[in-house]
Each structure stands twice: as structure tokens, then as C-alpha cells.
């Protein structure tokens, strides 16, 4: 990782394919899966589009989708320039992943980007069943997102939500998130099968496996999801109790936009930054 600074690797895992398969191994060792993630976004030409496919690409030739899977960037694969580029990358992208065995999540960005990712999700979905989706509990809208993907049987993830949304279309205040993402949980589990629960909330982590003994969805069925870099000591402690945990693993050169995420969402990681720099 020799062009990020050593603080950048506490929550990013390397700048190639191989800085990041040991990651995979020491986890799966531990009975963690894994999602990778070849950082980058906002690309505006076709070229570095096609160049992070061929990336891909690359890294599926590498996997054989026991216990990691891959989780792509639509701006990435150029919907910032269009969205013919962006389906014509993603579903060669998704051949190749169908015959490696390899499961293809879509993350979600900022909401200027929100329909269009979920309408290719649909239509790409019907094509390719090992697809999935993220959807941000702090997005008013998320609620007729999920009525409208369950035609499809979507596979979701969700997650809280990391960009600055405005007020009209997103909830700011932390307990309003919470709620709403209590209530997908309880939709999710009751009409969704394969739901990944993104969060490092101890709150929504006990809420989620007390809704699911409720309404007797078994552990398997689901799984829970962090980052990596955040909350490693919960990690085994989850799996001791029975839980699925995947791991999601960035990493790749275009780490800044990721990382100032990181660095904003909450103010551990900001003192770590503070701290590790006047150790320097
Ligand atoms: C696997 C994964 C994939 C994601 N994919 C997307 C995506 O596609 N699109 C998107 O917009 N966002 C994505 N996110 C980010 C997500 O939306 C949130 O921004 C991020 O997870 C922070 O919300 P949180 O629920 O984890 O916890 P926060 O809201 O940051 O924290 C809430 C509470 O959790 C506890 N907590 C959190 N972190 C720690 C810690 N390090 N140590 C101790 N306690 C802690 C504390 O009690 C805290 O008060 C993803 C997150 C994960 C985990």
C-alpha cells in the first residue's frame, strides 16, 4: 500500500488483489466471509470505466465464491457518463461472476444515483439471480424501494445510509434512522430471503436477532455485515453466538472518498486519525 499513509490501512486493506487475499484466508479461517470492494467512484470516463471492469475481472479469476463475494460501484462502471456503458459493463462484469460462482452486490451511493441503480438492479436481477442490492435506511423513499423490489426477490443489504442527503428526502436524526431501519428488518425478514444487516449499532444488532427469533427466521437465513477496520473485537463474538458475519474489504488506490466517509460518520474515528498522526 505504498501510496496511502499507514493510517489509511486501519480501515482500507491494501492497493491490490493480493494485499487483500490474506485478509480473506485469516477470516474465513475464523469463519468470516468477506465482500471486496476495488475502491473508486464518480468516474467520468469511459476509459477508467472500462479499466475497473477489466480489474474485476481479474480479481473474479482469483475467487471461486466459497466464502467472498464482490461489491461494485455503479459510478464506477460509469453512470456519471451513461447508463447504456454502465449495463453493458456491469452485465459482462456479471457473466464472468455466474461462471466463477461468484455473488455481485451493488452498492448504493448518494441519491442523485437512487432510482437508476435500483431500476438496473431490477431488470439485471431477472438475468442474474446471485445479484444483489443495498438499500439506506435513512432514505424516506426506501420503504416503496422494497415493495417494488420483492417482484424480483431481491437480496439486500441494508445499511443506514453514508452520503448527506437533504431533509426533504432523508430522515438527519439518528433515533428516526433507527426506526426506519427496524421496520425494513421486520419487512425484510418476513418477505425477503438472503438479508445482509450492515451495522456496527449494538441497538439495531440486538433488535435484528430478537426480531428474527420472533418471527422464528433462523440464523442461517440471514447474515450480519461490517466494515472492515470497525469493531473487530465483535466480530468473533458474533460468530460464537451463532451468527453469520461478513467482512466488507476495500481497498485499490482511489481510497480518499471511502476514507473521509469513515472519518466523518463517527468521532472514534476521527480521534484514531488525530492519535495516529501525532504518533507519527
Ligand atoms: C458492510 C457494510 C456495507 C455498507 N454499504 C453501504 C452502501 O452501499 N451505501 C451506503 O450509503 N452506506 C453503506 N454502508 C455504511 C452505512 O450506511 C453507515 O454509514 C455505517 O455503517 C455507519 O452506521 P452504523 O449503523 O454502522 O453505526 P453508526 O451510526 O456509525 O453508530 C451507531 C452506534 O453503533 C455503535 N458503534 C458504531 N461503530 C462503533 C465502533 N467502532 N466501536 C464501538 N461502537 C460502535 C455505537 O453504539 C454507535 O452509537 C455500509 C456499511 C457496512 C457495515
New binding site residues.
Given amino acids: 500500500m505504498s501510496s496511502a499513509p499507514p493510517i489509511v490501512r486501519r480501515f482500507v486493506a491494501g492497493t491490490t488483489w493480493q494485499d487483500v487475499m490474506p485478509h480473506c484466508e485469516s477470516l474465513a479461517a475464523q469463519g468470516i466471509r468477506t465482500?471486496l470492494n476495488i475502491l473508486g467512484e464518480d468516474f467520468r470516463g469511459e476509459q477508467e470505466s472500462r479499466a475497473v471492469q477489466r480489474e474485476y475481472i481479474e480479481l473474479l479469476a482469483r475467487m471461486d465464491g466459497s466464502n467472498s463475494y464482490l461489491?461494485i460501484k455503479l459510478t464506477m462502471l460509469g453512470l456519471m457518463h451513461s447508463e447504456e456503458l454502465t449495463c453493458e459493463l456491469l452485465d459482462g462484469l456479471l457473466q464472468v461472476a455466474a461462471t466463477r460462482g461468484v455473488f455481485v452486490r451493488i452498492?448504493?451511493?448518494g441519491s442523485a444515483w437512487t432510482e437508476q441503480t435500483v431500476s438496473i438492479y431490477a431488470r439485471m436481477k431477472k438475468k442474474y439471480p446471485a445479484l444483489g442490492i443495498?438499500l439506506?435506511a435513512y432514505l424516506k423513499r426506501t420503504r416503496a424501494d422494497l415493495e417494488r423490489l420483492q417482484a424480483v426477490e431481491a437480496r439486500v443489504?441494508l445499511?443506514?445510509?453514508?452520503?448527506k442527503e437533504a431533509a426533504d428526502i432523508a430522515w438527519q436524526d439518528?433515533r428516526s434512522i433507527r426506526q426506519n431501519y427496524a421496520e425494513l428488518a421486520e419487512i425484510l425478514l418476513r418477505n425477503f430471503s438472503d438479508t445482509?444487516f450492515?451495522?456496527?449499532?449494538?441497538?439495531?444488532i440486538t433488535h435484528v436477532r430478537e426480531l428474527a427469533q420472533r418471527q422464528r427466521v433462523s440464523a442461517d437465513r440471514y447474515e450480519f455485515?461490517?466494515?472492515y477496520g470497525?469493531?473487530r473485537r465483535t466480530w468473533p463474538r458474533l460468530r460464537a453466538d451463532g451468527y453469520n458475519l461478513?467482512?466488507?474489504i476495500p481497498f485499490g488506490k482511489n481510497w480518499l472518498p471511502y476514507f473521509s466517509?469513515r472519518l466523518l460518520?463517527?468521532k472514534?474515528?476521527f480521534f484514531f486519525l488525530l492519535r495516529n498522526l501525532f504518533k507519527a
Avoid at 159 to 163: F, T
Avoid at 198 to 204: G, S
Wanted: hydrophobic share 35%.
Fill in positions: 465482500t461489491s452498492d448504493m451511493e443495498v439506506q443489504r445499511c443506514k445510509g453514508a452520503y439518528m445482509a450492515a451495522t456496527h449499532d449494538d441497538l439495531l455485515q461490517m466494515l470497525m469493531r461478513r467482512v466488507y466517509r460518520e463517527r472514534e474515528n
